[in-house]
């Protein structure tokens, strides 16, 4: 594991954004792995800007997001497709047809993560994805259990995921209760990972996960266990470790 430390949110999202832009200049058709949530809003401003300038080419970019709500679809303000696009998407010249979600509105959940998990295996699998953390330990919407789900699958979001997302919503019964997430295995068989933690908050369960047990408690403690890890963060994040 490597942690790169920054001194604030601003340089964090810099130094993360540089690891992207190598991925795609050493290898132009990479897949990445994409979040969402306020961390990486930074680091897709960084890489508009870098494409802007003419330094980066998304043009055989795929990319893969890690998770999407059930029920929204991408017209949806609050989906995930939705924030993809206004966030990254529709600035740089990436495909449409290189983009891909879960769907949130397929109502077959078995079937929608067997063909996600069938999709990332077709791409060739993920070079470099991209991970935040929640303040209960998530990646993706992998949330604390009593063990890891390797495969896609539905989950049942908790309560500190619905109260922490609800800034993104009208009020907090509008937060869907139900996700479409990559499975744990999906996120440890990207070659490389990078997570962006940022601000006081993400401090305690940051330590957590980077020293503590590995246990699906604090799910992003399995990220230990990851041979190219790399946790870019700045001070407050990293201040209690
Ligand atoms: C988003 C995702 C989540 C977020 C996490 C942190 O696609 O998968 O795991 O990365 O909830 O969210 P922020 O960055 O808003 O603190």
Known sequence: MKIVRARDFEAASRKAANYIFSQITLKPDSVLGLA????????????????????????????VNLDEYVSLGPEHPQSYAYFMQTNLFAHVNILPTNIY?????????AAQCAAYDRLIHELGGIDL???????????????????????THCVELTKSTIDANAR????EDLVPRKAYTMGILDILQAKRVVMIACGRSKAKILMEAITGPVTPAVPASILQLHPDFTLVADEEALSEL
């Open 36 to 63: 969402t949530g306020s961390s990486p809003v930074g680091i897709y401003e960084n890489l508009i800007a870098a494409y802007r300038r003419g330094d980066l080419d998304f043009s055989g970019v795929r990319s």
């Open 101 to 109: 979600l879960p769907n949130g509105l397929d109502e077959d959940a």
């Open 129 to 151: 994805q991209l991970v935040g953390i929640g303040h209960n330990g998530h990646i993706g919407f992998n949330e604390p259990a009593d063990k890891f789900v390797k495969g």
């Open 168 to 171: 993104f919503f009208p009020c």
